[in-house]
């Protein structure tokens, strides 16, 4: 399993690194974007583990430039912030999860092995199919499109895999808990507003410009995605 650790705190990818290797990882280390795009095409890369403060380009800027090449490549997020604002937009730039400095690395293990667990289950449900529909809404996840009534919906990479989560599970009201725990994963907080937040962006294209609403709000229970309400 080959990791690359984009972070230009030597300290820190050293302590990262130690501790992969012990778990038997193997390991590549690049102080800067630039250099980390040129390995991640040069080596083929497993896991991508990036500080988001980082010399010539930022990690959200990385992150989409390494999901457009490489939609599958699973990422994790390294800030010495966390703020909602800043954890949305590497969301969006196509992060998997997140972790606030300083952290335990053993956490940082359990956050590697849900990652990959998630994408290896994924892969496993796209070979299955990789197109859903639900009335007039259709995806294809195979290239991220969606349409509805023949219409295309540009989402953002965490977006579109909230929504495939809702369609795998229509006419089912869905907790906030458990939207948490198969689309952000099992280290999600739930006493945050992100879900909330995520939907309201659903909504906005995804019904907006429709009369028929499929997206709907269950007081005190979660979020269904239905044609009957």
Not at 110 to 121: E, P
Request: charged share 30%.
């Amino acid at each position: 399993m080959k990791v690359l650790i984009v972070e230009d705190n030597a300290r820190v990818s050293a302590l990262i690194k130690r501790g992969l290797e012990s778990q038997g990882y193997e390991i590549y280390i690049s102080e800067d974007a630039e250099d980390a795009l040129v390995m991640a095409d040069r080596i083929l890369i497993d896991l991508v583990i990036m500080d988001i403060m980082l010399p010539t380009m930022n990690g959200i800027e990385l992150s989409k430039i390494l999901k457009k090449k490489n939609p599958d490549l699973p990422i994790i997020m390294l800030t010495a912030l966390g703020t909602i604002d800043e954890k949305i937009e590497g969301f969006d730039a196509g992060a998997d999860d997140y972790m606030v400095k300083p952290f335990e690395i053993r956490e940082l293990y359990a956050r590697i092995k849900a990652v990959l667990l998630r994408k290896s289950s994924q892969t496993t449900k796209n070979e299955i199919s990789d197109i859903l529909a639900y009335q007039e809404l259709q995806i294809n996840k195979k290239n991220s499109r969606v349409f509805r009534d023949g219409k295309e919906i540009n989402l953002t990479p965490k977006e579109f895999k909230l929504l495939v989560f809702l369609m795998d599970n229509p006419e089912r009201v869905l907790s906030r808990e458990e939207i948490a725990e198969n689309v952000w994963g099992n280290h999600f907080d739930t006493g945050t507003n992100y879900i909330d937040v995520y939907i309201a962006y659903l909504r906005k294209k995804i019904d907006k410009n429709f009369e028929k609403k499929l997206i709907h709000t269950k007081p005190g229970m979660g979020f269904i995605l239905s044609h009957q309400l």
